[in-house]
């Protein structure tokens, strides 16, 4: 007897726990973002998904609304996933945020068989106009020493721009564009782009590869007598970065070739260095530099 109660209690539990889930209400998911760029038109898409688990619901009776300050606009279904609906709401001049909820009206077949009228809506929602946003990069590929033009909204000249982990030299035209200088960074790579400056923290902009570039090298050879002087003209396509270029020079004959540390200058393109000519040897110059291409300069001193 009372294992067949317990199988009673079982059965019993089972049948309420399938009714249950076949009878639950749709539930809605907010797509909205909290926080929503302000644009000139003033019109912004109210957009949510309807889970719907009840068996019961005809869902050709499904409609959906979105009731923003007591004004009910009707949703449109999306054409792919027919769980999207959205619209559009067009914010009052003067206000920045928007409180709404969403709701949805069908009809649900009963267990008797009868067709009956149900409507469910969501918690309320609130979504605030960001005034200060990042709308794109002009281009989101460029060589060391580009100068890229950001564009978006409530910038000021506090802002900076961070490539990777790297402060650019960041240049302020408008509260509507920033321009920055795509620092010395290896070449090939894809680097997160951010803004700083806001009281609000950094904002995503998006990711950056910096292309290699060719560093010009004039002569591509050198013979110095020992003791004498030669010079090396070293040359880039764009203006250096914030800080200079450091072109790093390697030799693999170190007591023949005498010369100072090469920098570009921030801002110029071109620098002479002084090679003098040490003990005799014959070898070669291995000049680099981030984000641009190698090259190898032989070198004779005698």
Not at 214 to 243: C, M, N, Y
Request: aromatic share 8%.
């Amino acid at each position: 007897m009372k294992f067949i109660s317990k199988l009673i209690v079982f059965f019993t539990l089972s049948v309420s726990l399938w009714f249950m889930s076949g009878c639950r209400q749709p539930n809605f998911i907010n797509l909205t973002s909290k926080n929503v760029s302000q644009n000139p038109s003033g019109i912004y898409t109210l957009q949510t998904e309807l889970e719907i688990q009840d068996r019961g619901i005809k869902i050709d009776t499904v409609k959906v609304f979105a009731v923003v300050g007591g004004e009910k606009l009707v949703m449109v279904q999306d054409d792919l996933n027919p769980d999207l609906w959205s619209c559009d709401y067009k914010l009052p001049a003067g206000f920045d945020e928007a409180t709404y909820y969403f709701e949805a009206n069908y009809a649900s077949v009963l267990d008797n068989g009868n067709v009956a009228d149900r409507r469910v809506t969501s918690d309320l929602q609130v979504f605030r106009l960001e005034n200060r946003y990042v709308g794109n990069l002009a281009s989101y590929r460029g060589p060391v020493g580009a100068e890229i033009a950001v564009q978006g909204r409530g910038l000021t000249k506090y802002d900076v721009i961070k490539v990777g982990e790297q402060d650019a030299s960041t240049r302020y035209l408008s509260e509507n564009e920033l321009r920055f200088v795509v620092p010395a960074l290896p070449s090939g790579l894809d680097y997160p782009v951010k803004l700083s400056g806001g009281a609000h923290g950094a904002l995503d902009i998006g990711n950056f590869r910096v292309d290699e570039s060719r560093l010009g090298v004039s002569p591509s050879s050198l013979e110095i007598q020992s003791g004498d002087t030669a010079t090396l003209l070293f040359k880039i396509d764009h203006e250096a970065p914030a800080g200079g270029l450091i072109i790093d020079v390697k030799t693999n004959i170190p007591n023949s070739v005498i010369m100072p540390e090469a920098i570009i200058a921030e801002g110029d393109m071109t620098v002479n260095i002084p090679i003098k000519g040490g003990e005799t040897g014959e070898g070669k110059l291995v000049v680099s530099a981030p984000g641009f291409e190698g090259t190898e300069i032989s070198v004779k001193v005698y």
